[in-house]
Nanobody
Framework: QVQLVESGGGLVQPGGSLRLSCAAS????????IGWFRQAPAREREGIAC???????????TYTDSVKGRFTISRDNAKNTVYLQMTSLNPEDTAVYYC???????????????????WGQGTLVTVSS
């Protein structure tokens, strides 16, 4: 069974850091691009970071403007896990964070606007003092 499971969410103070994990089972993450998305209360879901496939190609990452310089997406192929390191968090980062992938997509072009077949259940990040 193809599955993504996020973890690492929680309550953090403004200015703090958090690392989210997205563990895959049933397939190898390195063969596909994978992205992080988030949905804040009463707001639409937005794509925030994508990392391309590392299967025979140069891996690259893309970010939405609101997280550039603060968030870093990375993958550990040995653990079949993708991470989202988040720093300088502010209350506007409060949201449920999801990872998603699709077995037909290996690059990050237009990733945030494409149909993605596999989604995790989400992990809640709350930034508050």
């Amino acid at each position: 069974q193809v599955q993504l499971v996020e973890s690492g969410g929680g309550l953090v103070q403004p200015g703090g850091s958090l690392r989210l994990s997205c563990a895959a089972s049933g397939f190898s993450l390195d063969a596909f691009a994978i992205g992080w998305f988030r949905q804040a209360p009463a707001r639409e879901r937005e794509g925030i970071a994508c990392i391309s496939s590392s299967d025979g190609n140069t891996t690259y990452a893309t970010y939405t403007d609101s997280v550039k310089g603060r968030f870093t997406i990375s993958r550990d192929n040995a653990k079949n896990t993708v991470y989202l390191q988040m720093t300088s968090l502010n209350p506007e980062d409060t949201a449920v964070y999801y990872c998603a992938t699709d077995p037909e997509i290996v690059d990050c072009r237009y990733y945030f606007h494409r149909y993605l077949e596999v989604w995790g259940q989400g992990t809640l990040v709350t930034v508050s003092s």
